[in-house]
């Protein structure tokens, strides 16, 4: 199937990808330059774990290719996903939909015969009609309009693509709707459902699901900072909560709030498209509220330690990214524990895996980058550990202990246990569990 997408960033280049992998032809487009640049001289603009492999291969094969030009890649295209940014519009509500609709215009201006046009970004109920009409306006020829959500989590973007726990595919139409089977019909060989729906019902699904989620993260951030009031344990708790198999273990993991750039943006989409009907979904606005405190709950632990005394002092930050396994910092909880340590007078130096390039874009020369993890602790009044990846679970703590000034840690992602923090000599505040104090 020939198949062009629209907006090459995380969602459209893994898409485009992944559907080259299963052998459709495949134009990736995007409006800027440098990346589309970046990607014909063979270099990846995101860290997503395996998707550079995947992407070599199908270029190699013939099956993938990236251009700026929007009307070569739509023509002849039978499918062409609209996978472009839906960032929050700047009164702070509803997403700006300007890209999604030039998109379509696009599209709209270039096909040369019947098309399905996907809207694969996120967006708000009442999208597909708007893109209907802009294609009514701008082709004589046929198409439809298909709301296919996208669900992947960066970091595990691939195997999510490829092995999805569904495809919701909203259509109107009976010959949209068995293309998009047939499409997705490669990655559902493990039996998950391909949901069909109407329009409106799968822009909805989108927003509900990352809301819900959302609702679990704040919920278990407020027990975490009960327990810490009440002198529970919250890795107990938690235990407790999850074995019942109504709840379950998943996204009960407290730590200092969600960022990205999906779930703060989708939250407050939400509220706006209730608020567009009438409604005041109390609920999510409460969630936002809670997920805006947490994300600065770690400088809080830091100042109220220091008895406020920070300016002059040095702290050394481990994990920027705003989840492990990618590169991503829009709305990382990092960059408030930053920026409010730099107005307390304080000296930054920063670590993360993979968002070092993306780091020196939000705090330019204001912190120091650290190419090792325990160069950032060298001579800091404490360490502060703010994603967990993975290279930080089994640190050297004697090394650790060598190069602070004084062996106290602010961890927002419970990586070690309170218990084996005090017999190492640690002063350990983690989230929700009892805080130890060095002997
Ligand atoms: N990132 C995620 O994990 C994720 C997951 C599910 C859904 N989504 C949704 O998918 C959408 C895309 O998200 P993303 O993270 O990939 O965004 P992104 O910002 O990484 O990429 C969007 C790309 O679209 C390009 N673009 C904008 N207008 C264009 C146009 N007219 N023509 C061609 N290219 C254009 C931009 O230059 C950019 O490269 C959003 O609606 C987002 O909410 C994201």
Redesign the pocket.
């Known amino acids: 199937m020939k198949i062009c997408v629209?907006?090459?960033?995380?969602?459209?280049l893994v898409a485009g990808t992944c559907f080259a992998e299963s052998g459709n032809d495949v134009t990736c487009?995007?409006?800027?330059a440098a990346?589309i640049g970046r990607l014909l001289a063979g270099e990846v603009p995101i860290y997503e774990p395996g998707l550079e492999e995947l992407i070599v291969r199908n270029v190699e094969e013939g099956r993938l290719s990236f251009t700026t030009d929007?009307e070569s890649a739509v023509k002849s295209a039978i499918v062409c996903f609209i996978?472009?940014?839906?960032p929050q519009s700047a009164d702070g509500g509803a997403p700006d939909m300007r890209?999604v609709h030039?998109?379509a215009r696009?599209i709209g201006s270039a096909m040369d015969g019947y098309c399905v046009v996907v809207n694969?970004?996120?967006?708000p109920v009442g999208t597909a009609a708007a893109v209907r009409k802009i294609l009514a306006e701008s082709t004589k020829h046929p198409f439809d309009v298909v709301s296919n959500?996208?669900?992947?989590?960066?970091g595990a973007?691939i195997d999510d693509f490829l092995k999805p726990d569904r495809v919701v595919i909203g259509v109107s139409s009976e010959k949209a709707a068995e293309i998009m089977k047939d499409l997705y019909s490669p990655f559902v060989r493990g039996g998950s459902p391909i949901l069909v729906m109407d329009n409106a019902s799968a822009e909805m699904t989108k927003y509900a699901a990352n809301s819900l989620l959302a609702v679990k993260i704040s919920f278990i951030n407020e027990i975490a900072n009960l327990c810490e009031k009440v002198g529970a344990d919250i890795a107990h708790v938690r235990q407790g909560i999850g074995s019942d198999r109504r709840l379950g273990m998943h996204f009960l993991y407290p730590g200092l709030g969600y960022g990205?750039?999906?779930f703060p943006?989708?939250v407050r989409a939400i509220i706006d498209t209730a608020e567009a009907v009438g409604l005041e979904f109390s609920l999510m606005r409460a969630v936002d509220d809670v997920n805006n405190l947490q994300k600065r709950r770690l400088f809080g632990k830091v100042r109220e330690y220091f008895d406020g005394n920070l300016a002059g002092r040095t702290f050394g930050i481990w994990g920027l990214a705003f989840k492990p396994r990618t590169d991503?910092m829009r709305e990382a909880p990092a960059i408030g524990l930053v920026e409010d340590l730099l107005a307390a007078g304080c000296k930054v130096n920063v670590h993360d895996p993979e968002a070092m390039e993306v780091a020196r874009g939000e705090f330019g020369d204001r912190v120091s980058y650290c190419a090792k993890n325990y160069d950032a602790i060298a001579g800091a009044d404490a360490l502060c550990v703010v994603t967990e990846w993975n290279e930080f679970r089994h640190p050297d703590f004697d090394r650790m202990k060598q190069l602070l000034k004084a062996p106290v840690v602010f961890d927002g992602r419970n990586l070690w246990e309170p218990r084996d923090m005090k017999s190492k000599g640690f002063t350990y505040f983690p989230i929700g569990r009892p805080s130890v104090k060095a002997a």
């Open positions: 629209i907006g090459t960033g995380y969602v459209g487009v995007d409006i800027d990346k929007v996978a472009v940014g839906t890209y030039q998109a696009d694969k970004s996120t967006v959500p996208e669900f992947l989590k960066e973007a990205g750039s999906c943006k989708d991503d």
